[in-house]
């Protein structure tokens, strides 16, 4: 079966940085477009940044636009956020996502708050 799993949040300075990663299994990864979301408090699930299924083509959020990388590694079935120069405002629960076969999969999601 799906499988993601996200690593990698924990509690950060503002400005600081941090690298999200999405590890893959029960599905031929190296295929599929990868897209990480985010969720604050009493928002809306939201796309963060979407990568294409050899890593090509990415696309971003205005919002992570600049600071924010999404890359894989298809020999690693993985999918990674770099985030630098970080923000309160990017304090969210951060998913790892996949559509396959018309079903939508999600990640446990891992916390990552900006705080001093």
């Known amino acids: 079966q799906v499988q993601l799993v996200e690593s990698g949040g924990g509690l950060v300075q503002p400005g600081g940085s941090l690298r999200l990663s999405c590890a893959a299994s029960?599905?031929?990864?190296?295929?599929?477009?990868m897209s990480w979301y985010r969720q604050a408090p009493g928002k809306e699930r939201d796309l963060v940044a979407t990568?294409?299924?050899?890593?090509?083509?990415?696309n971003y959020a205005d919002s992570a636009k600049g600071r924010f990388t999404i890359s894989r590694d298809n020999a690693k079935n993985t999918v990674y956020l770099q985030m630098n120069s970080l923000k309160p405002e990017d304090t969210a629960v951060y998913y790892c996502?996949?559509?396959?076969?018309?079903?939508?999969?999600w990640g446990q999601g891992t916390q990552v708050t900006v705080s001093s």
């Open positions: 996502y996949v559509a396959r076969n018309n079903n939508d999969y």
């Open positions: 029960g599905f031929t990864f190296s295929i599929y477009r």
């Open positions: 990568i294409s299924s050899l890593g090509t083509v990415t």
